[in-house]
């Protein structure tokens, strides 16, 4: 039994992590652990592993709160996406090339992440967790050198854990709440190939394929309701948690228009002082985009500046998203009503994969039919709650 910083909340005094079955899957190498880094490391392990089973592909996620701010696979990045990502320079594997898409798809919500890997944590990777602000990282394995250079982060807090990879967990799994403990099979369905084969309309790229996985991946360990915008082999958008499918579809697109609009030639133009860091540079891009700024962050990002910044006006900024691209929708569940469909359609998506079976399937495959989205029944249900 380890004993945790504290549990959810730290008032919750006694706090533990205990293994059900002999020896724990998880090691805890470097740090002390709290109730939801636990949470965060073993959702955030599984997603990855499974991203990685379906796609062939070394896999990553950045993780906060028990959903993943993205996910990504191992996809050699633009010259573009690679500036937006301040990533140019970097000695980058596939790895770490994947950890830094799948930090980069959200860079709001990955600030404080948890991150996983498929792979060996090598010295590229470990390099690029050294420079981000992180709680953690969770994989199969470090290279040498790798768990020195993680150890001295956070001087010396930073967590490091290392997952067994031939463990496999029992068939049942259980949750106490309330007096009450609840136990069901576990959900052990891993997404593959033969899930896409249901194709209504339309037809599949080889990349969509890709992308579809990996976004039936990642939402499979997202907070339900979710939806998924997946491109170029990274999520670009996820919206979690809402009781509205609609909204979670909302939510999503907005965060992939923002993400689109990262590679725009204003954003990427912006000229920062020589003394404003990296995390400062893609922080000042993102609300410089989400253009709300208040008097005071006017002037602080003014200050940032080597030179004013370019206002980027509605119409530029609808040019851009008008651009076409193959986006990739995934749903967690059948979506219910074609508001969804219609939303996605401006948002670029031109492919979808659900559930199908619901009282207007009818409708979302006419919807998809107008908007020219190919559209793919799973099957499969993967609500996480």
């Not at 253009?291 to 206002?311: N, Q, T």
């Not at 040019?319 to 990739?328: G, Y």
Request: overall charge neutral; hydrophobic content about 45%.
């Amino acid at each position: 039994m380890d004993e945790l910083r504290y549990g959810i909340n730290p008032h919750q005094r006694f706090h533990a992590a205990e293994a059900l079955h002999g020896s724990a899957p998880v090691r805890v190498l470097n740090g002390k652990t709290s109730f939801i880094n636990w949470l965060d490391a073993l959702n955030a392990w599984q997603l990855v592993r499974e991203a990685r089973a379906a796609t062939g592909l070394p896999a990553a996620a950045s993780f906060k709160h028990v959903s993943p701010a993205g996910a990504a696979l191992a996809v050699p990045l633009s010259p573009g996406l690679a500036r937006s990502y301040e990533a140019e320079g970097l000695e980058l594997s596939p790895a770490a090339t994947a950890y830094v898409r799948a930090r980069g798809a959200d860079p709001k919500c990955s600030f404080g992440d948890f991150a996983a890997l498929s792979e060996e944590l090598d010295l590229e990777t470990a390099r690029v967790l050294r420079g981000v602000i992180s709680d953690g990282v969770i994989a199969p394995g470090f290279a040498p050198g790798a768990l020195e250079i993680l150890k001295q982060k956070k001087r010396g807090a930073f967590i490091v854990m290392q997952a067994d990879a031939d463990f496999e967990p029992p068939e049942r799994e259980s949750r106490e709440v309330f007096g009450i403990r609840l136990v069901q099979d576990r959900n052990a369905r891993i997404p593959a190939e033969s899930d896409l084969s249901q194709v209504v309309c339309g037809a599949l790229s080889p990349e969509a394929k890709r992308d579809l996985l990996l976004g039936l991946a990642a939402i499979k360990f997202t907070q339900s309701n979710s939806m998924g915008f997946v491109l170029g082999g990274q999520t670009i958008g996820i919206g979690a948690g809402q009781q509205s499918r609609v909204d979670c579809t909302r939510l999503a697109a907005g965060k992939a228009d923002l993400w689109r609009l990262r590679s725009h030639p204003k954003a990427l133009g912006l000229r920062f002082r020589s003394e404003v860091k990296r995390q400062e540079r893609i922080n000042w891009r993102v609300r410089y985009l989400e253009g709300d700024l208040d008097s005071g962050e006017a002037r602080a990002l003014a200050a940032a500046l080597e030179k004013p910044a370019e206002p980027l006006g509605l119409e530029e900024r609808r040019a851009w998203l008008a651009r076409e691209e193959d986006i990739a929708l995934v749903s967690d569940a059948f979506i219910p009503f074609r508001d969804n469909i219609d939303l996605a359609a401006r948002h670029g998506v031109r492919f979808v994969a659900e559930h199908g079976g619901s009282a207007r399937s009818g409708e979302i495959e006419s919807a998809c039919r107008e908007h020219g989205i190919a559209l793919v029944r799973t099957g499969l249900r993967l609500f996480h709650h």
